[in-house]
Nanobody, 121 residues
Framework: QAQLAESGGGLVHPGGSLRLSCVASGRVVSLGAIDWYRQAPGKQRELVANISYGGDTNYADSVKGRFSISRDNAKNTFYLQMNSLKPEDTAVYYC???????????????WGQGTQVTVSS
């Protein structure tokens, strides 16, 4: 009923910045709550940040003060701005969102395919 697609990952040096994007497409009216997760090799997938429909945000302690989540409802897109990146931030980053798919309030929740972020000197 809808799709999510991440982009913006890449290779950066420690201290650098990246901006990840996630676009909802297909049967999409608007976005509800949205989240960013990451999964490093050999580790469990962890929640990095989330933002509510009303704009309230929360961050994992490991990224608080460095990462910022935001949304552009007009473009059905949300972002993760990552600053002061550290090697331990290396992971595949995934978006997850609640998507309103029709005028009746129906919702769909799903994942993007992930985008690789590598922080290395």
């Amino acid at each position: 009923q809808a799709q999510l697609a991440e982009s913006g990952g890449g290779l950066v040096h420690p201290g650098g910045s990246l901006r990840l994007s996630c676009v909802a497409s297909g049967r999409v009216v608007s976005l509800g709550a949205i989240d960013w997760y990451r999964q490093a090799p050999g580790k469990q997938r962890e929640l990095v940040a989330n933002i509510s429909y009303g704009g309230d945000t929360n961050y994992a302690d490991s990224v608080k003060g460095r990462f910022s989540i935001s949304r552009d409802n007009a473009k059905n897109t949300f972002y993760l701005q990552m600053n002061s990146l550290k090697p331990e931030d290396t992971a595949v980053y995934y978006c997850n969102a609640d998507v309103y798919i029709d005028q009746y309030g129906s919702t769909w929740s799903g994942w993007g395919q992930g985008t690789q972020v590598t922080v290395s000197s």
